[in-house]
């Protein structure tokens, strides 16, 4: 008699585990891309190298949910950048550079504190080039606008309304945590995203207070504007975007421009258009066509690009991608982006790689 009751306690506990873990999860993913690179001219030498990221960025994460009841849930994300090709942090220091948060969703809206990318990337960026044609290389030169999202809010706190006919808006606010000034490093951003069917659009703003030049900086210094500098005074952006899929066709638009503000010199703008179409012509086949058009005051950059995609699974594809950029106006170099600023006006990037999802 002991043991048949020792025996049904055993099973009840076991049952209350397992409701529980029910209740919640857990998925370990990420993205694993390499590929070998030509581009013909940095610095006035071709260089052929091992890329990463290419078609997505190399990324190891972690998300997880709980079910509180009520229909509210917790949640939380973190994710970390790497480099396929050396096996390094993209960002040495910050582990989950890409992604680190904590939230609570429910009927009201969502709530997510942390460090995560800001609205432009969310909702606009991925009407881009860039990421509906599955090329790194896509995004504008200096990446200003941040679509390649390499410039994550810190101490961010963000807002999602529930989706109502298909329209979500939200807003993030990232604290500077400066004592001497609220606004200083502090960051905003907002935006909607409506999507019906085939069809998505997106509207998105960003600002930010003393943000880093980085790689942007490199770009700048190509441009004779007499106003280069390590730090923005702030860092203004709006794009809007739309999307549309018709048959076996993936069509996309974009259009963003960028305000800089600098401490001690004229400010300048940026402005970038992009058209896009993918074409699934086979089942495990796709073509990505798309032009860039980008613009600091009389520089001028045309880029041009040629993508297939041989799918192997869900999970694994074979890509050859290629893009060309023609400088014009002021801009005597070509420069797209992370390749390094040509020699003279004209660039080709191609790459043949593997991307696989896990």
Known sequence: MKKHLIGMAVLAASASVTCAHAQSSVTIYGSMDAGLAYVSDVGGSSVTRLDQGTMQPDRIGFRGSEDLGGGMKAFFQLEAGFATDTGNQVNAGRLFNRNATVGLSGSLGTVTVGNMPDIVFDYAGKLSNGFQLTNFYLFHPGNLDTLANTYQFNNAVRYTSPTVNGLTFSAMAGMGEQAESASRNRNLSAGASYADGPLRMALAYSRQNDRAAGYSGAFLSTLDLGNAATVFDSLTTWAGGVGYIVGDWRLNALYTQSEVALPAAAGFKQRNGDLGAAWRYAPQLTLNL???????????????????VYAFSKRTEFYVVAAYQKAGGSASLAFQNYTGASSDDKQLVTTIGLHHLF
């Open 290 to 308: 798309g032009y860039s058009h980008s613009r600091v005051e009389d520089a001028r950059y045309n880029q041009f690009s040629i993508g297939n």
